[in-house]
């Protein structure tokens, strides 16, 4: 007769919080590099709910920095999560919570606007342009540096569905600036129209959100202008 088998149970780690990754290695947001930092987990929770659900979904997100946006979305069940983060400060903190979360959580090392996107997902999530949306998104609290020439890779890849956009129409929930946000969401008639206005309108469903007050940033931000307006592609 077999001896009886016994069963062994392994609890993964908890994530370590946003707080315990900046304490251990001794981060911090870096004004020059127009760096601004989201720790409470409310609104990152907020933001993630203008994108829809992303159970099982496959998440890229844009410079995570200490990862309080990556926490929100590991919590939220995506089943796949790229960060891309050109500031080599933050990678040992988001090692560290990829550790946490294996299977789950890939940090590139890396600018975003030089990465190959079309690289980084499995190609069976890939969905006809005229069909329904894959199950990726991409997300991020984008520093007040990029979001502009971003943006316009962006949509040129859009127009040339490369990129991100191989995949399908894939959607993006992200922050801007408030004139940044503005000048997207800008009608014919607003002073703030503009080329990206345009092009932003012609090639994408642009929609505005919510404002986030400049105190809920690390380090404040004094002249209460930023915030997420969150941009989405949307059918």
């Not at 077999?2 to 990754?21: D, H, M, N, Q, Y």
């Not at 930092?37 to 410079?63: F, Y």
């Not at 959580?105 to 997902?121: A, E, K």
């Not at 991100?164 to 600036?177: A, E, K, S």
Request: glycine share 6%; aromatic share 6%.
């Amino acid at each position: 007769m077999a001896a009886p088998r016994k069963i062994a149970l392994f609890r993964l780690p908890s994530l370590p919080t946003i707080g315990e990754v900046i304490k251990l290695y001794k981060l911090r947001a870096e004004k020059q590099l127009s760096q601004n930092v989201l720790l409470d987990m409310r609104l990152t929770d907020k933001i993630l709910c203008q994108a829809g659900s992303l159970r099982d979904a496959h998440v890229c997100e844009v410079g995570p920095g200490p990862g309080g946006l990556t926490h929100s979305i590991l919590n939220a069940g995506a089943a796949d999560l790229l960060v891309v983060e050109k500031d080599n400060r933050f990678i040992h903190g988001l090692n560290l919570l990829s550790e946490a979360a294996p299977r789950k959580l890939r940090v590139v090392h890396g600018d975003i606007l030089t990465s190959r996107m079309d690289r980084g997902f499995p190609k069976v999530i890939t969905k006809a342009w005229e069909d329904d949306l894959p199950d990726l998104h991409i997300i991020g609290n984008l520093p007040f540096s990029v979001p502009t020439p971003l943006i316009i890779k962006w949509l040129e890849n859009i127009s040339n569905r490369i990129g991100h956009f191989v995949y399908g129409r894939t959607r993006l929930t992200l922050t801007f600036q408030k004139e940044v946000a503005e000048r997207l969401t800008a009608s014919t008639a607003s002073r703030q129209r503009s080329r990206l206005s345009i092009m932003a309108q012609y090639l994408c469903a642009v929609k505005s959100f919510f404002t986030i007050p400049g105190r809920a940033f690390i380090p404040k931000l004094e002249n209460a202008i930023p915030g997420d307006r969150g941009w989405s592609w949307r059918r």
